[in-house]
């Protein structure tokens, strides 16, 4: 994969999105529309965010991740953030980011496992 | 690790993330751990946006390292030749925004420091200034 591009794999019902480890704005302005794309063609029900290679999170990219789960939310679909890295976490908090109505967990895993026991999409 | 300094331009959106990674690079070599990089990297890119958003296409970062018995520091400079802040102490309020971010901007950067002073005269510019001392390895 190249190391500055979104991944964007369907899963059954699911999209994964994988987001670079330095991600600039432009690659953040592309999240956006890139996911609402894929879900509506895809006809996809979840969105999982893969954040686990992403070694910084800053307010402007907090805010797309905010507005993109409500954007999923009103096209009928439910956000999983997956994979938040210690520092990330901390620095988060600290910096008084918050990621809407998102729901967060350790890794992919986790996520496909909320998407299977609560939504029954994979 | 004395004496170490630099400057980096603030006039693309590009130059955010390159601010970015220098200051991540700086500060890993000065021997900052891993959520204090985070921190200060974390910084630099709100800044770095304020600069780049706020001022047009004329600002520049410059750091420092600096030390003293047992500490290492970082001190970071963000200048730009923008509208100014009319009123900073509403500026560095949280939830304050003209950009419409979420306004963590400013009063989130200062928790993530150990001091952050900023100077600004409208019409000027604006200046702001933090600094971040961690323990030597």
């Given at each position: 994969m190249d190391e500055n591009t979104l991944s964007v794999i369907k899963l059954k019902n699911i999209l994964l999105v994988t987001v670079p480890d330095e991600p600039g704005d432009d690659i953040i302005h592309e999240l956006q529309t890139k996911v609402l794309n894929a879900i509506e063609k895809y006809q996809s029900k979840g969105l999982i965010l893969d954040?686990?290679?992403?070694n910084i999170l800053d307010s402007f990219f907090a805010r797309t991740i905010s507005e993109t789960t409500q954007m999923v939310a009103l096209m009928g679909g439910q956000t999983v953030i997956a994979g938040m890295q210690p520092c990330v976490a901390i620095t988060a908090t600290e910096l008084g980011l918050h990621l809407g109505k998102a729901i967060s967990t350790l890794d992919v895993d986790r996520a496909l496992d909320i998407f299977s026991d609560n939504f029954k999409l994979v | 690790m004395t004496n170490e300094s630099g400057e980096n331009p603030i006039q693309t959106e590009g130059d955010i993330v390159t601010c970015r990674k220098l200051i991540r690079n700086v500060t890993s070599a000065a021997g900052f751990g891993m959520t204090d990089v985070t921190r200060i990297v974390t910084a630099v890119s709100e800044l770095a946006r304020n600069v780049y958003v706020h001022s047009g296409s004329e600002g520049v970062m410059r750091w420092q390292i600096l030390d003293k018995p047992g500490q290492i520091g970082i001190q970071l400079e963000f200048e730009d030749f923008g509208v100014g802040i009319p009123d900073i102490n509403q500026a560095v309020e949280a939830g304050f925004t003209t950009a419409g971010s979420m306004g963590m901007g400013l009063s989130g950067v200062k928790r993530l420091m150990d001091s952050m002073t900023i100077k600004s005269d409208v019409d000027m510019g604006t200046t702001v200034s933090i600094t971040k001392w961690g323990r030597a390895k």
């Open positions: 954040i686990s290679n992403v | -």
